[in-house]
């Protein structure tokens, strides 16, 4: 399902029983979009590291048969094996605090613990996933184009995961809602970043039309975490 709207209000027939629907526990999807200077200037330098990463930098997994990796292991960040990407660091940074602040947490700094990019070639598809040993994970469209390449969905844990309530009902073949639709589809740009907390899982299941969907994927988890009553902490050195 493509969101288009926040909330879902429906008035019944008999105006006499007007119903109004809410959405409780909601899931916070950040969406950044970058300068048009800074994203042209970004997306120049990862695709110059895209051609030019050395072969112990890459990786294909099977699978993700039509999908290249570069740095995407335990050991490896694409923050820190080129530093021609550190202003692009920066701004996530900045947007990850400024997420976290804007749905009603507060976090002093983050790391970024994770970075890599994806090279996505005609017919790939991604397995919906969720991103352990991290908090906040997100997405930057580098080369991006909507007519060719596939959205990036998440899934409906309401309805997917086993916690769905034990007595379901037919999905109506006539409505669409958040509440019934087992994926959302977020209208994604070129230059834009998304920001989810990591335990949304999100994939793609319809095969890309074309080549070079490049992306940037990346997680990050506070610097500095205290509970509220401040007995319990952990710090992370980036």
Not at 93 to 109: A, E, N, P, Q, V
Not at 167 to 194: R, W
Not at 197 to 209: D, E, L, Q, T, W
């Amino acid at each position: 399902m493509k969101v288009k709207n926040k909330t879902l209000c429906r008035m019944v027939e008999n105006q006499s029983y007007p119903l109004n629907i809410i959405n409780i526990n909601p899931e916070p999807i950040g969406i950044f979009t970058l300068p048009i200077e800074k994203h042209l200037n970004y997306k120049k330098s990862a695709q110059l590291i895209e051609k030019q990463a050395p072969k112990e930098l890459r990786q294909h997994f099977p699978t993700e048969k039509y999908t290249a990796h570069i740095c995407n292991n335990y050991n490896q960040n694409i923050f820190n094996q080129f530093q021609t990407l550190s202003n692009l660091k920066k701004d996530l940074i900045f947007m990850i605090l400024t997420y976290i602040k804007t749905i009603g947490h507060t976090c002093k700094d983050v790391v970024i613990n994770d970075a890599w990019l994806n090279n996505s070639s005609k017919n790939s598809t991604l397995a919906y996933h969720y991103h352990s040993n991290s908090y906040i994970s997100g997405n930057y469209f580098i080369n991006f184009n909507q007519e060719i390449h596939t959205q990036l969905n998440f899934l409906n844990d309401r309805i997917i995961k086993y916690n769905s309530p034990n007595i379901t009902t037919p999905k109506s073949p006539d409505i669409n809602t958040l509440y019934n639709s087992k994926t959302i589809t977020l209208n994604a740009k070129e230059g834009q970043v998304f920001l989810w907390r990591s335990h949304n899982s999100h994939g793609y299941s319809i095969p890309n039309k074309g080549d070079k969907r490049l992306t940037l994927s990346f997680n990050s988890m506070p610097k500095t975490c205290i509970n509220s009553d401040k007995r319990y902490s952990f710090s992370v050195v980036d």
